[in-house]
């Protein structure tokens, strides 16, 4: 097993004003617009949003995975060196080796007609020139510590013959043996049935922790991102509405959108009628000016309309609000379920 490291001060990742634009014939199209934030080695970064919030063009962006017609701006920084400015052999090799990818359907992303040891090793013997029976013995050593027993055989099989919490252990051992320093997890569960998920969850968890990987994770479930992350960002139509520690976000949100998102949980004590945040999700092009939650927040006032906000520290947050230090304390759950 692998030494585990702790979480340092050292940043690994550093995001800032970075902003991802879909050119459309003569008309630009913000998708992400001024996202910053920091990751320390050893350190878990839950991004989480509404579907459409930018969190998963965001990561494509930070990895330069981009489409053509899609344009970033900014600067990120891995391990003090610039991706955007890498040559196309470094960003290969920084792809292959730094960084991991754990994504949303394992099925759309394992070639079905190879067998999952083909998948596993190809990286090693073609990276890293290790031998097909190291290579697969390796692959045998990681499979048993994601969950899978009898290797060998899991080996020669495809695709179809695994379930799907079985294919997701796959794409985690697959990353693991990459050897990287960070983890990209893209709604890595939303697949699986809710006992898979947990269990997916722990296993991604209790690796990356052993290793001391640093990880971001893609989710629209702020329960489980607070389970498994040291600090969460909320985004919200391309934009960080707030980024603070797990804890202090679930306990306190300073943005009227994190407490929304708060007070939209399911009771696991009582059976209460659910609280929808109102109005319909918004998307950056859609947001000609002011906050970009203005036109679905109770506090909203003149001012959150005409001007957006600029992110600023608040009590250890980092919170997009122009009523943030008014509104403290006054955020929770019954009362964003009461306005509605």
């Not at 910053?36 to 050893?42: H, N, P, S, V």
């Not at 459409?52 to 489409?67: I, N, Y």
């Not at 400015?85 to 079905?112: F, T, V, Y």
């Not at 998920?197 to 479930?221: C, F, N, P």
């Amino acid at each position: 097993m692998t030494t585990s490291r702790s979480t340092t001060d050292e940043t690994l990742l550093d995001v800032a004003h970075l902003s991802v634009d879909v050119l459309t014939g003569h008309e630009v199209c913000p998708i992400v617009t001024d996202v910053g934030f920091r990751l320390r080695a050893g350190e878990a970064l839950g991004i989480v949003g509404e579907s459409g919030s930018g969190k998963s063009m965001t990561v494509r962006a930070v990895q330069r995975l981009l489409a053509r017609g899609v344009r970033a701006r900014g600067t990120v920084t891995f391990d003090g060196r610039d991706v955007y400015g890498m040559s196309p052999r470094a960003l290969r090799d920084w792809r292959a080796s730094e960084i991991a990818m754990i994504h949303q359907d394992p099925r759309a992303h394992i070639n079905p007609v190879r067998t999952v040891g083909d998948f596993l090793t190809e990286g090693l013997r073609l990276r890293k020139g290790t031998s097909r029976r190291e290579a697969q013995a390796r692959a045998v050593d990681r499979l048993a510590e994601v969950g899978i027993p009898d290797g060998e055989r899991r080996l020669a099989q495809y695709p179809h013959q695994l379930s799907g919490g079985l294919l997701q252990r796959v794409m985690i051992a697959a990353a693991l043996l990459a050897e990287p320093r960070l983890i990209i997890a893209d709604e890595p569960t939303t697949a699986l049935d809710v006992t898979t998920q947990e269990e997916v969850m722990a296993i991604l968890d209790e690796q990356r922790r052993e290793r001391g990987l640093a990880m971001i994770l893609i989710t629209h479930d702020l329960d489980l991102a607070a389970a498994v992350c040291d600090r969460l960002a909320v985004m919200y139509a391309g934009a960080i509405a707030e980024t603070g520690t797990a804890a202090a976000l679930r306990e306190h949100p300073l943005h009227p959108y994190t407490a929304a998102l708060l007070a939209s949980r399911p009771s696991t004590s009582a059976r209460v009628r659910l609280a929808a945040v109102p109005g319909r999700p918004s998307t950056a092009y859609e947001i000609e000016r002011g906050c970009v939650f203005a036109p679905r927040c109770p506090h909203a006032q003149a001012l959150c309309r005409e001007q957006a906000p600029a992110p600023r520290p608040l009590d250890g947050h980092q919170v997009a609000c122009h009523r943030a230090e008014e509104l403290r304390g006054h955020l929770n759950r019954k009362e964003m379920a009461d306005h509605d």
